[in-house]
Structures are given as structure tokens and as C-alpha cells.
């Protein structure tokens, strides 16, 4: 194989087995390739809803897993986003019913501080367990970046006797 380089143009020329193939560095691709966003570009798991039997992504729920965050894109007619950040995830949960199981799929459930959505559902998804351990341990990193700490109010009340 020969390459043979036109500094003039930029135009690649290589000769293979007597085939000319020309090729331009430069070309720019075309415009849905250009389209994918940022978020999908450095998402970690991008996963469809999909239906229980067979585990068929027909439906309208897109689920992606970033490092700062969680988004769940759905609809059809009527688009709805709503996101969280990985560091408002504090305790994350996996079910699989005998039917995801079958189908290789399962639901995983984040509980949040998130205001708008306290519980986010991640339903009848693809590789869940791995999934919900990324979401487990991507959180508790962000969580010390941020250096923030989530206590819960056990509902202790007053404390009559700390006066003794």
C-alpha cells in the first residue's frame, strides 16, 4: 500500500492492490452525526424503557446515566426531561420480576433529595445490576466532591431527658 499526500489540496490518495481510493481529512460529516448532544456523548449508559415481553424498546422513555447525573427523557407528542444530580441520589434500589428476569431486564429505583421527583424510576431496562452499582458508587463520589452529607430525621422529637 502507498499513501501519497497532496499538502496543496489535503487530499489523501492510497493505491491498494491497483484500486485508487481517495479520501478528504477535511470532509465534514454529515449533519445527523453532528446532532448527538453533549449529554449523550459523555453519558455512561444510555438504556430504553422497554416492554416486559420480550424486552422490546417500543416505548418512548430514554434513560441516561452520566457522571454528574441522571436523565429520563419521555413522550411522544408531548416531551417531557427531567433530571437529577448523581449527588441528590442517596440510596439506590434493583427489582427484577420473574418476567424481567426472563427477558434479561429489571427496574431500578433511586431514591433522591430531588424535590420534583423524590423517587426516579428507571423501568424494565437492560444490564440494571450494573447499572444500579455505577449509580451507587458515582454518587457517593459526588457526594464527597461536593463534600455534602445526607442525614436523615429519625423523628426522635424533644429530648426531655438531656435536662437531668
Not at 2 to 17: A, G, L, P
Request: with cysteine; net charge positive.
Amino acid at each position: 500500500m502507498e499513501n501519497h499526500i497532496d499538502f496543496d489540496n489535503k487530499i489523501t490518495y492510497s493505491i491498494v492492490s491497483g484500486n485508487t481510493v481517495k479520501s478528504n481529512p477535511s470532509r465534514k460529516l454529515p449533519g445527523w452525526r453532528k446532532r448527538r448532544s453533549v449529554m449523550e456523548k459523555t453519558a455512561a449508559y444510555t438504556e430504553r424503557k422497554r416492554w416486559v415481553f420480550l424486552g422490546l424498546p417500543f416505548t418512548f422513555t430514554k434513560y441516561t446515566v452520566r457522571e454528574d447525573g441522571i436523565t429520563i427523557n419521555s413522550g411522544l407528542l408531548k416531551s417531557f426531561e427531567n433530571d437529577c444530580y448523581m449527588y441528590k441520589v442517596q440510596d439506590v434500589e434493583h427489582t427484577a420480576t420473574l418476567f424481567e428476569k426472563m427477558f434479561g431486564l429489571g427496574t431500578v429505583i433511586c431514591y433522591t433529595g430531588d424535590t420534583t421527583h423524590p423517587q426516579l424510576v428507571l423501568e424494565h431496562i437492560k444490564n440494571s445490576k450494573e447499572i444500579k452499582n455505577y449509580i451507587l458508587e458515582t454518587s457517593e463520589k459526588a457526594r464527597i466532591k461536593r463534600r455534602t452529607l445526607n442525614t436523615l430525621d429519625i423523628g426522635t422529637g424533644v429530648m426531655d431527658d438531656m435536662e437531668e
